[in-house]
């Protein structure tokens, strides 16, 4: 029996991370295998870099995936994040005669008039309906109401185009194809927020190696999203100032970094142990973390649309590495005066898993176990033999042979907008076809009968008839 597993990679900026699974039939997900590569020197700020050390890494991770799962990997899916994302406002409107009723069709004009929009450099990745207007009222969904002007609120999320030209080239060269792309911030949200958070507001940050993304929540509604270009690595740096190493630092960090330290309880004679030779001051240890840590809370903040800040009722959810920072919580509440704030350590989702990295929970895996939960196209390919005398086995371009037939590329809300558009052109040029056929058919039928009708044969057998019959009238 053909194995069947899911295959998602998240591009993260420190380390790009390989995950398969499989979903079980009571909704859980068991994880079957999990792969991690430095990306440091190809990855910055979650935005692909070097394409030849990206290509690289996902080959490795391809390979040994494939090595501990003895299966053959077709396709992944893939999230996407980083600082090229970013969230813009767009309304459009629509003026309707008096007494018009809102129909779907209109709606799907918006939609589309939305789908249209072009910015510079920035490809549309995906946009969340806010709400519409109808006439002075605000409608989650306006179909059916009778108004005389509609407005439709969108946030759209947007990417740089040479992101995609090098993420496919990434893809292409390491010879996998892509089954789904997913904002990872979306699905992020999807597996550590639960319904009531969303519903009521709230601020999920998520702090990473390089970047800070926020997204705020409303109403079951994404209504801001950033990428802030500032993570763990920022304060990790700022302790290497202090003559050391940067792996020293990221150590001292891991081990006494505080977001938050009282004044009372700092000892200002207190030295902590960079090695056996050197010490740094406790105190200039704390005003370098905090230092760093409140600028990123405050860019955090900034981000904050100031129509929401006021209904955050669920307030912060915190996860990635960056949020098992000691005193993260009471950091944000310092700065927010918002007094509800979680650590998302986990997802929602059962997930079953023997392995420490998962098992852990300290929110550096939630990101790509939510991409794991999007997934629903079985990405196994067949099953990896030792028979070195096979040679009816396909190859593809990861052993250097034979090519996959399915490469896959990263598409657009734009690109997908055009191939419904071409694929619906097409389906009418074959509709037209067909009813011009089925008219020329039905003309010849109809010339043939006319000429059938008129020709001599059929004359002469008419006039015959005509003939005899009179003949019989005459006789009787």
């Avoid at 996998?176 to 940050?205: F, K, N, Q, W």
């Avoid at 079951?220 to 950033?226: E, G, W």
């Avoid at 991409?371 to 190859?395: Q, S, V």
């Avoid at 009813?435 to 009968?449: N, S, Y």
């Amino acid at each position: 029996m053909p194995k069947e597993f899911i295959v998602a990679i998240e591009l993260g900026s420190s380390k790009m991370t390989g995950i398969a699974g499989k979903k079980n039939m009571d909704g859980s997900i068991s994880v079957l295998a999990i792969v991690r590569e430095d990306s440091t020197s190809c990855i910055r700020k979650g935005v692909v870099y070097n394409i030849d050390k990206t290509v690289i890494c996902i080959t490795n991770i391809i390979k040994k995936l494939e090595t501990t799962l003895k299966t053959k990997i077709e396709k992944v899916y893939v999230g996407v994040g980083g600082q090229s994302i970013r969230s813009v406002k767009n309304v459009i409107v629509k003026e309707l005669p008096a007494g018009t009723i809102v129909t779907q069709e209109i709606i799907n004009e918006l939609m589309d008039a939305n789908r249209s929009m072009t910015y510079p450099d920035l490809e549309i990745l995906d946009a969340a309906i806010q709400e519409y207007k109808v006439d002075s009222q605000y409608q989650l969904d306006p179909v059916g109401i009778q108004c005389s002007r509609i407005e439709g609120n969108f946030l759209n999320i947007l990417q740089r185009k040479s992101f995609y030209r090098n993420l496919n080239k990434c893809f292409d060269n390491a010879g996998i194809a892509i089954a789904e792309m997913y904002l990872a911030p979306l699905a992020l949200a999807d597996s550590v927020l639960t319904e009531a958070e969303r519903r009521s507001g709230c601020v999920l940050v998520d702090l990473g190696a390089d970047t800070t993304t926020v997204s705020v929540y409303y109403k079951n509604i994404l209504r801001h999203l950033a990428v802030i270009p500032l993570g763990g690595n920022n304060v990790t740096k700022d302790i290497a100032t202090v003559q050391m190493e940067e792996h020293e630092a990221e150590r001292m960090k891991l081990k006494y970094g505080s977001a938050f330290t009282d004044n009372n309880d700092i000892d200002d004679t207190l030295r902590l142990p960079i090695d056996q030779e050197r010490y740094v001051e406790s105190r200039k240890l704390i005003d370098i973390v905090e230092g760093r840590m409140d600028e990123i809370i405050e860019n955090v903040w900034f981000q904050v649309p100031n129509e929401y800040v006021d209904k955050l009722l669920s307030g912060v959810i915190l996860t990635g590495g960056g949020s098992n920072m000691k005193n993260i919580e009471r950091a944000f509440r310092n700065h927010t005066h918002l007094q509800k704030v979680r650590i998302a350590k986990f997802v929602l989702q059962t997930i079953n898993s023997n392995n420490p990295e998962i098992t852990a929970k300290d929110g550096t895996m939630n990101t790509v176990l939510g991409l794991l939960e999007k997934g629903d196209i079985n990405c196994a390919g067949e099953e990896i033999t030792n028979d070195l005398f096979n040679t009816d086995r396909p190859l593809n371009s990861r052993n250097g042979n034979r090519t996959t037939d399915r490469l896959g590329v990263v598409q657009t809300e734009a690109d997908k907008q055009r191939a419904l558009e071409e694929a619906r052109r097409r389906q009418e040029e074959k509709d037209k076809a067909e009813a011009d056929r089925k008219a020329a058919q039905e003309k010849a039928e109809k010339d043939k009968e006319k000429k059938k009708e008129n020709s001599i044969a059929n004359k002469t057998l008419k006039n015959l008839k005509t003939f005899f019959k009179k003949m019989v009238e005459e006789e009787e």
